[in-house]
T-cell receptor, first 112, second 119 residues
Framework: DTAVSQTPKYLVTQMGNDKSIKCEQN?????MYWYKQDSKKFLKIMFS???????INETVPNRFSPKSPDKAHLNLHINSLELGDSAVYFC???????????FGPGTRLLVL | AQKVTQAQTEISVVEKEDVTLDCVYE???????LFWYKQPPSGELVFLIR??????QNEISGRYSWNFQKSTSSFNFTITASQVVDSAVYFC????????????????FGQGTILTVHP
């Protein structure tokens, strides 16, 4: 059983388009995250939701809008895609402090 | 604010050599958690170990061992008798227990160390 799943795995699109990435976890966790890994492999948190409520927004441009319809899902919508948005986006979930994050397989976004 | 530094950007070794990956962290919290993750060429993030700030015991798991020293704010990772399959990017990460009640377990990652093990 997949613990944290993301779709799509690969996303190639043109600048200016709008796209969404979906994430689902079947672990019963209360907290979900989006992390971005840039071309230099640096991983940085973007958002965190706890029980459908946004609790962390790390100064991400407002073209990025997360949405959590329920605590098992955290989707990421990106408007007006820019070249610099090309990266790998990881969804993750956790249940309690200190247990670490369970990561999805990542979505590789390429903006042309 | 918390910070994690992995000063070694890239390490290259020959199979069977031992290799140590360094990790230094900064935090104002007294309760925090440290992690190591492995990212193989396939791209997924693989959890390796978790350590809380109150447990300074070193840990060994097969060829892997971790040395946690609060006095120097370091959490180093050693691979003994490295193998080609160990080639990956390794990340050290920090989670604060309660950064004003808003951390909720978010991870702050180091820059990563690219380890290449040659046959």
């Amino acid at each position: 059983d997949t613990a944290v799943s993301q779709t799509p795995k690969y996303l190639v699109t043109q600048m200016g388009n709008d796209k969404s990435i979906k994430c689902e976890q079947n672990l019963g966790h209360d907290t979900m995250y989006w992390y971005k890994q840039d071309s230099k492999k640096f991983l940085k948190i973007m958002f965190s939701y706890n029980n459908k409520e946004l609790i962390i927004n790390e100064t991400v441009p407002n073209r990025f809008s997360p949405k959590s319809p329920d605590k098992a899902h955290l989707n990421l919508h990106i408007n007006s895609l820019e070249l610099g948005d090309s990266a790998v986006y990881f969804c993750a979930s956790s249940q309690e402090m200190g247990r670490g994050n369970y990561f999805g397989p990542g979505t590789r976004l390429l903006v042309l | 604010a918390q910070k994690v530094t992995q000063a070694q950007t890239e390490i290259s070794v020959v199979e069977k050599e031992d290799v140590t990956l360094d990790c230094v962290y900064e935090t104002r919290d007294t309760t925090y958690y440290l992690f190591w993750y492995k990212q193989p060429p396939s791209g997924e993030l693989v959890f390796l170990i978790r350590r809380n700030s109150f447990d300074e015991q070193n840990e060994i798991s097969g060829r892997y061992s971790w040395n946690f020293q609060k006095s120097t704010s370091s959490f180093n990772f050693t691979i003994t008798a490295s193998q080609v399959v160990d080639s990956a990017v390794y990340f050290c990460a920090l989670s604060e227990a309660n950064a004003g009640g808003t951390s909720y377990g978010k991870l702050t990652f180091g820059q990563g160390t690219i380890l290449t093990v040659h046959p």
